[in-house]
C-alpha cells in the first residue's frame, strides 16, 4: 500500500523538500517511530480517499494523531507547496510545460468551518470556499490559492499571477509569466488587462454583455478539466479543515499529484 501511494519517483522528489527527521530515545526501548514514507502515504490515503483522520486504517502504521500531527507541521513549513514546485521543475526542464496559453478560473466549494470562508452567492449564501488556480496549456497547475466564497475571482488574478514560481526551462533562464493568458467575463476589468500588459502578458478576457459565455470554450475548457482532476482527490469535495493553511495544503498536495502524474506519464 505504501509503495502504491508513494512510487520511488514521487518519494525521491518528496526527500528534497523534507530532510530526514531522526528522533532518538535516550532511554531506548519504545515503539518503532513512523517513516515519512509511511506517514506520507497516510496522508495521500487521506487526501485521495476523502476519510477522516480517525478513519484512517492501521495498515499505515503511525496512528493517526501522529499522521495528523506531521501533516500539521509540513503544512506549516509549506513543504506541499515546495513539492509542487519540485515537480514542475523537473516537467519544465523536460519542456512539458506550455506556457502560450495560460488559463485561469476558480471553483467554490462548501466549508463546514474556519477562515477564509464565506456566504457563496451561488449556494443561496451557504458558507463556503473557493480555490483559485492558474494552469498552462495542458491543464497542469501553476499556482493556487484559496479565498472565502464571496470573494470576487477578479480579485484573485493579480496573487495568482505573482504566485506563479520561476520554473526551470531546457534551456536558458526560469521561467514565470506565460504569453498569454485566458479568463472568463469575471476579470473583465480594464485595470486588470492594462496589469497584464505592463508585465508583457498578453490577454484574452470575456467581455460582459458583448461575448457568449462559451466564446473562449476551445481554450478554457482546459483549466475546467483541471478542476474536475482537484476533485478527484475526494477530501477537495468539501472543506472540513478548521485552519486555512490545512485547507490549502490539500490543495497544494492535489496539484503536486497531478503534475507528478504528467511527469511519470512522459519517463
Given at each position: 500500500?505504501?509503495?502504491?501511494?508513494?512510487?520511488?519517483?514521487?518519494?525521491?522528489?518528496?526527500?528534497?523538500?523534507?530532510?530526514?527527521?531522526?528522533?532518538?530515545?535516550p532511554?531506548?526501548?519504545?515503539?518503532?517511530?513512523?517513516?515519512?514514507?509511511?506517514?506520507?502515504?497516510?496522508?495521500?490515503?487521506?487526501?485521495?480517499?476523502?476519510?477522516?483522520?480517525?478513519?484512517?486504517?492501521?495498515?499505515?502504521?503511525?496512528?493517526?494523531?501522529?499522521?495528523?500531527?506531521?501533516?500539521?507541521?509540513?503544512?506549516?513549513?509549506?513543504?506541499?507547496?515546495?513539492?509542487?514546485?519540485?515537480?514542475?521543475?523537473?516537467?519544465?526542464?523536460?519542456?512539458?510545460?506550455?506556457?502560450?496559453?495560460?488559463?485561469?478560473?476558480?471553483?467554490?466549494?462548501?466549508?463546514?468551518?474556519?477562515?477564509?470562508?464565506?456566504?457563496?452567492?451561488?449556494?443561496?449564501g451557504?458558507?463556503?470556499?473557493?480555490?483559485?488556480?492558474?494552469?498552462?496549456?495542458?491543464?497542469?497547475?501553476?499556482?493556487?490559492?484559496?479565498?472565502?466564497?464571496?470573494?470576487?475571482?477578479?480579485?484573485?488574478l493579480?496573487?495568482?499571477?505573482?504566485?506563479?514560481?520561476?520554473?526551470?526551462?531546457?534551456?536558458?533562464?526560469?521561467?514565470?509569466?506565460?504569453?498569454?493568458?485566458?479568463?472568463?467575463?469575471?476579470?473583465?476589468?480594464?485595470?486588470?488587462?492594462?496589469?497584464?500588459?505592463?508585465?508583457?502578458?498578453?490577454?484574452?478576457?470575456?467581455?460582459?454583455?458583448?461575448?457568449?459565455?462559451?466564446?473562449?470554450?476551445?481554450?478554457?475548457?482546459?483549466?475546467?478539466?483541471?478542476?474536475?482532476?482537484l476533485?478527484?482527490?475526494?477530501?477537495?469535495h468539501?472543506?472540513?479543515?478548521?485552519?486555512?493553511?490545512?485547507?490549502?495544503?490539500?490543495?497544494?498536495?492535489?496539484?503536486?499529484?497531478?503534475?507528478?502524474?504528467?511527469?511519470?506519464?512522459?519517463?
Amino acid at each position: 500500500m505504501v509503495e502504491r501511494l508513494v512510487p520511488d519517483e514521487l518519494w525521491l522528489l518528496f526527500r528534497r523538500v523534507v530532510p530526514p527527521t531522526v528522533v532518538t530515545r535516550p532511554q531506548g526501548g519504545g515503539r518503532r517511530r513512523a517513516s515519512d514514507r509511511e506517514t506520507l502515504a497516510a496522508i495521500i490515503f487521506v487526501a485521495t480517499s476523502g476519510c477522516t483522520w480517525r478513519q484512517l486504517p492501521p495498515v499505515f502504521g503511525p496512528a493517526w494523531p501522529t499522521v495528523y500531527r506531521r501533516f500539521a507541521q509540513w503544512s506549516q513549513d509549506r513543504v506541499w507547496a515546495r513539492l509542487h514546485r519540485v515537480v514542475l521543475d523537473e516537467l519544465g526542464a523536460l519542456g512539458e510545460l506550455d506556457w502560450s496559453r495560460c488559463a485561469i478560473d476558480s471553483v467554490s466549494l462548501r466549508a463546514a468551518k474556519g477562515l477564509l470562508t464565506g456566504p457563496n452567492p451561488t449556494d443561496r449564501g451557504k458558507k463556503g470556499s473557493k480555490i483559485h488556480l492558474i494552469t498552462d496549456r495542458n491543464g497542469l497547475p501553476l499556482s493556487l490559492g484559496i479565498s472565502g466564497a464571496n470573494m470576487h475571482d477578479s480579485l484573485g488574478l493579480k496573487p495568482l499571477v505573482q504566485g506563479i514560481p520561476p520554473i526551470r526551462s531546457p534551456r536558458g533562464p526560469r521561467r514565470r509569466r506565460p504569453a498569454k493568458l485566458h479568463a472568463d467575463k469575471e476579470y473583465d476589468y480594464d485595470h486588470l488587462r492594462r496589469w497584464l500588459s505592463q508585465r508583457g502578458i498578453r490577454h484574452r478576457i470575456a467581455r460582459r454583455g458583448i461575448e457568449p459565455s462559451t466564446h473562449l470554450g476551445r481554450h478554457r475548457w482546459v483549466v475546467e478539466r483541471t478542476v474536475s482532476w482537484l476533485a478527484g482527490c475526494r477530501r477537495l469535495h468539501r472543506r472540513y479543515e478548521r485552519k486555512a493553511e490545512h485547507f490549502l495544503a490539500f490543495v497544494g498536495l492535489a496539484a503536486a499529484l497531478i503534475v507528478f502524474r504528467r511527469l511519470t506519464s512522459t519517463d
